[in-house]
């Protein structure tokens, strides 16, 4: 029997279950973990079991529970039940492969270049199997150029967009850095990127390079372009840091494990450490390594940390980053940052920069004429639409202002800092 109440550091409330999570996660001796394991009742079985769904990593968790390491502690009926999990998410992922073997060959035959991102990224060249890690949904870069054509081809295979969209022929093509989702009953929706972070961003991150850097992979069956290791690393570190702020909690740090050990030994760590200062994402980077090594054992090197590691960095910053779940209070965290300013200066100046964003953006993100009259009107719509309730529940002390808020708050300042 185990207690689910907090442990360790005052500050650091990973639950027993957790931990007992992460090492089963971790490339390791397992055999103090298979004593841990040995003694969970039935009810904490399924407790951890619905612990790895909630944090996005049951497949792997299952996995490893079938390894001889761990089948000794495994009841009966969960590793059946675990066995037949495994060969659904096998399943599923086939479907997916079948659909983006026809998304691409439909954009080769229109000479698109395509780079896979992510998901199936991961799942088929660093993972190796088709039951370790889900994704849900085909994320394919192609050259801005070609974004036009490719969102055309999409539809001509009868996906249609969530929301209508306009590509411009104008340096900016379009207000994020994909088009809207493309959805097909019975199929797996398609995001088309013409960028890896939205125009918006404060990192700063030349697509054209990534492109130099991009090299040869067969997915599918299909001969297409992937990250670099490098690039790889890095996009997972920003994407878990700057873009969701940690939420996804245990994927993340997964992907990185497993990266790196797949890759680590050809890794360039040198020039990990220089892409990051250029593309601005260091803090992100250094958040995101440390916690796929403190958490599941990732091989990164002593030095590269050093390297990363901001001047004065506050663990506690590190333990809110652990404790990240999904945010589910709806409240909007740029809005409560706002309103936390000291100053009603620095509120106004906050809300400003919310308000008033590029036009070009604002034109695209409300499909709206160039020359409209209306942009700034329409986005003070929408912001009131969206965020008036944000508004009351922090003017009347609401006590939804939870944790998990304050937590994502703390993480976004710290991400913002040089």
């Known amino acids: 029997m185990i207690h689910t109440r907090p442990v360790g550091e005052e500050n650091d409330r990973l639950t027993a279950l957790e931990r007992i999570l992460f090492d089963c996660l971790r490339a390791r001796d397992h055999a103090a973990t298979l004593e841990q394991l040995k003694t969970l009742s039935d009810q904490e079985w399924t407790s951890l079991v619905d612990l790895a769904d909630e944090l996005m990593v049951g497949p792997t968790l299952r996995h490893r529970l079938l390894s001889p390491a761990f089948t000794p502690a495994l009841p009966d009926q969960l590793r059946q039940i675990a066995g037949e999990s495994q060969r659904r998410t096998a399943m599923a992922n086939m479907r997916i492969h079948s659909d983006f073997r026809r998304v691409v060959l439909a954009l080769h035959e229109r000479a698109i270049p395509v780079i896979a991102l992510k998901g199936l990224h991961l799942i088929s060249l660093v993972y190796g199997d088709l039951a370790l890690r889900t994704t849900g949904d085909i994320d394919l870069l192609v ?3 070609d974004l036009i054509s490719a969102g055309a081809v999409v539809e001509e295979l009868g996906y249609a967009p969530l929301t209508a969209y306009h590509v411009s022929s104008r340096a ?14 019975g199929a797996t929706p398609v995001e088309i990127h013409w960028h890896i972070v939205g125009p918006d961003s404060t990192l700063s991150i030349d697509v054209r390079d990534v492109w130099d850097r991009a090299v040869p992979a067969r997915i599918a069956g299909l001969d297409v372009l992937v990250f670099s290791h490098e690039d790889l690393l890095l996009h997972l570190c920003f994407h878990a840091t700057y873009q969701h702020l940690c939420e996804f909690s245990a994927r993340p740090w997964c992907d990185l494990a497993e990266t790196i050990r797949r890759h680590g030994e050809s890794m360039d760590w040198v020039q990990i450490v220089a892409r990051a200062g250029r593309w601005r994402c260091r803090r992100g980077a250094y958040l995101a390594l440390r916690l796929a090594r403190d958490l599941l054992g990732a091989a990164v090197p002593d030095d590269v940390l050093e390297s990363l590691r901001p001047a004065g960095f506050d663990e506690r910053i590190l333990r809110l980053a652990m404790l990240q779940r999904h945010r589910n209070s709806g409240l909007n965290v740029p809005f409560v940052q706002a309103w936390n300013q000291h100053t009603l200066a620095g509120r106004l100046r906050t809300y400003w920069s919310r308000i008033f964003l590029p036009k070009d953006q604002l034109t695209h993100m409300y499909n709206l004429p160039r020359f409209s009259r209306l942009v700034y009107a329409t986005r ?3 912001l009131v639409k ?3 309730r944000t508004a009351v529940r922090l003017q009347r002390g609401d006590a939804a202002l939870t944790e998990l808020d304050r937590r994502s708050i703390a993480l976004r300042e710290f991400l913002a800092e040089p």
Do not use: E, I, S, V
């Open 172 to 185: 900016l093509p379009y207000c994020d850095p994909h088009l809207p989702r493309f959805m097909k009953p």
């Open 380 to 382: 003070l719509k929408d």
């Open 386 to 388: 969206h965020h008036w």
């Open 143 to 145: 050259p801005a150029r």
